[in-house]
Structure formats: structure tokens, C-alpha cells
């Protein structure tokens, strides 16, 4: 059975950069046929997409927040990374890592339980 | 970049009886969407995909229809669990985008 695991420190100061990890098990990246992404919901507010990779390399970042976000791969632990650098209090949310859609045409059928992750001095 | 509009933002309902949800995309999406059942503590569920094929496990009075610009998300026979905000989301275009959800609450 598919399960994706997000790690990280729950609190990041303001103007660093805030680093979580999708540990995922059940299914290797290097060899799907999905996508694999990061959604965030800020306290209060609704869900947002924040972008989405296929192993090949191909990555797609939500425009808002594309000068500050950067998702990589590992392949040999199984596991991707978001990094947002500059962070100030709006990225105060859960941080939730999902498995997107087939070849980037589908819903996110697989998420993790998600990472909290406050923006504070 | 597709926005897509939910209404209404919060809909009271008895438990028993029917609720109706609607989603708006700003262009058409075609039959790519998705919709997700949010509790609080817990990660959204997706309950239905293709506009309207309900995922695994997901209960029959969970119906969904709709293409290209307008789509509905209906549950019958309200449960006290049912009670959750809904979001919809389009994977036509990238950004894939969410609508900014309904709350579905106890009348």
C-alpha cells in the first residue's frame, strides 16, 4: 500500500528557508507513472497547490510561489524535498506531500498525513 | 491559470437530507476534475475524480457530473460524518488549481 511521510522542522524563522522531505514507501518514484507534489493550507484558508514533478525531471511550480520554491528528488532514498526560501508569516500552513496525477493528467489520489510547519521569530 | 469558484462558501444542512455543491471553472476543464472531502486533523480525501467516477471506497450517495465549466458534487442521505468542507480541483491546465472550498455544516 502506497503511504508518503513528510518530515521536518515545525518551526522556521522568518527570511530562512523553510526544507521538508516526502519519505514514500510503497511504490518507487524513479519508476511511476505519476507526478508527486506539495499542497499547503495556510490556518484558516484553503488548499494550495504549491508544485508537482515527474522523475524525469519535468517540474511544475504554482506561479505565485515559483521564484521561491524548489522540489528535488532522490531516488535513491525514495523520497523528494520542497525547499521556500525567504519564508515570512503567510507560510505558516500544512505542508501535505501527494502523489499527483498519471503523467500530470489526474487528482491526487495519495497524500500524507501533513507537516506543520509556523513561520516565527 | 484556471481559477475555479465553489458556491455557496458554507451550506447548512440536516442530517438526512441532500446536499448540493457547485464548482465553476473560469475556462473549460473538460471532465478533469476532482473533488475532496477535508476533515479537520486529517489530510483530504479524494472522493471523486474524471468529474464524475468516485474513488475507491467511497460511499454511493456521493454522486458527482458536470463538464467543461459548471460541475456538482451531491450527497444524499446525509451522515454526521459527511460534515467536512469540500474542495474542487481542475488538472487540465498546470497551475492545477482549487476552488476555495465549501463547508458543508450541521443545521
Known amino acids: 500500500q502506497l503511504q508518503l511521510q513528510e518530515a521536518g522542522p515545525g518551526l522556521v524563522k522568518p527570511s530562512e528557508t523553510l526544507s521538508l522531505t516526502c519519505n514514500v514507501s510503497?511504490?518507487?518514484?524513479?519508476?511511476?507513472?505519476?507526478?508527486w507534489g506539495w499542497i499547503r493550507q495556510p490556518p484558516g484558508k484553503g488548499l494550495e497547490w504549491i508544485g508537482s514533478?515527474?522523475?524525469?525531471?519535468?517540474?511544475y511550480y504554482n506561479p505565485s510561489l515559483k521564484s521561491r520554491v524548489t522540489i528535488s528528488i532522490d531516488t535513491s532514498k525514495n523520497h523528494f524535498s520542497l525547499k521556500l526560501t525567504s519564508v515570512t508569516a503567510a507560510d505558516t500552513a500544512m505542508y501535505y506531500c501527494?502523489?499527483?496525477?498519471?503523467?500530470?493528467?489526474?487528482?491526487?489520489?495519495?497524500w500524507g498525513q501533513g507537516s506543520l510547519v509556523s513561520v516565527s521569530s | 491559470e484556471i481559477v475555479m469558484t465553489q458556491s455557496p462558501a458554507t451550506l447548512s444542512v440536516s442530517p438526512g437530507d441532500r446536499a448540493t455543491l457547485s464548482c465553476r471553472a473560469s475556462?473549460?476543464?473538460?471532465?478533469?476534475l476532482a473533488w475532496y472531502q477535508h476533515k479537520p486533523g486529517q489530510a483530504p480525501r479524494l472522493l471523486i475524480y474524471?468529474?464524475?467516477s468516485r474513488d475507491t471506497g467511497i460511499p454511493a450517495r456521493f454522486s458527482a457530473s458536470g463538464s467543461g465549466t459548471e460541475f456538482t458534487l451531491t450527497i444524499t442521505s446525509l451522515l454526521s460524518e459527511d460534515f467536512a468542507v469540500y474542495y474542487c480541483?481542475?488538472?487540465?491546465?498546470?497551475?492545477?488549481?482549487f476552488g476555495q472550498g465549501t463547508k458543508l455544516e450541521i443545521q
Open positions: 501527494v502523489r499527483d496525477g498519471y503523467y500530470g493528467s489526474g487528482p491526487f489520489d495519495f
Open positions: 510503497g511504490e518507487s518514484i524513479r519508476d511511476s507513472d505519476y507526478y
Open positions: 514533478f515527474f522523475h524525469d525531471g519535468t517540474t
Open positions: 475556462q473549460s476543464v473538460s471532465s478533469n
Open positions: 474524471g468529474a464524475s
Open positions: 480541483q481542475q488538472y487540465t491546465n498546470w497551475p492545477h488549481s
